[in-house]
């Protein structure tokens, strides 16, 4: 994921906004990429390296997958988050405030 201490200046409410809407300001760099490979092969990941000669993915528990650029038949980016959607329904009000707090406490 994602190195939090980038969050540190960032209020209360915007952290809420984050969580309740995580795909509505993703940076660029978190894009998450599909690749659908000539012979019909598709992974999935956040863009690591790219070079003129391939792309390396890396998907979740760091496993990377690197893909030469003349085997990929399709290569999308989409904006949409890797935190998941409704995280904050298994939060109540309470849970949710302290979850914020603990992670601008956490990551000053």
């Given at each position: 994921?994602?190195?939090?201490?980038?969050?540190?200046?960032?209020?209360?409410?915007?952290?809420?906004?984050?969580?309740?809407?995580?795909?509505?300001?993703?940076?660029?760099?978190?894009f998450s990429y599909s690749v659908v490979t000539e012979d019909g092969r598709s992974f999935n990941g956040m863009l690591e390296?790219?070079?003129?000669?391939?792309?390396?993915?890396?998907?979740?528990?760091?496993?990377?997958?690197?893909?030469?650029?003349?085997?990929?038949?399709?290569?999308?980016?989409?904006?949409?988050?890797?935190?998941?959607?409704?995280?904050?329904?298994?939060?109540?009000?309470?849970?949710?405030?302290?979850?914020?707090?603990?992670?601008?406490?956490?990551?000053?």
């Amino acid at each position: 994921g994602p190195q939090l201490a980038s969050i540190t200046n960032k209020t209360k409410e915007a952290l809420l906004n984050s969580i309740l809407d995580p795909s509505a300001a993703v940076d660029a760099k978190y894009f998450s990429y599909s690749v659908v490979t000539e012979d019909g092969r598709s992974f999935n990941g956040m863009l690591e390296t790219e070079t003129g000669s391939s792309i390396t993915l890396l998907a979740g528990e760091g496993k990377r997958t690197t893909v030469l650029r003349r085997e990929i038949d399709i290569l999308q980016a989409s904006t949409k988050s890797f935190m998941p959607d409704g995280l904050e329904q298994d939060l109540n009000p309470q849970q949710l405030a302290d979850l914020i707090q603990f992670v601008r406490d956490t990551f000053r």
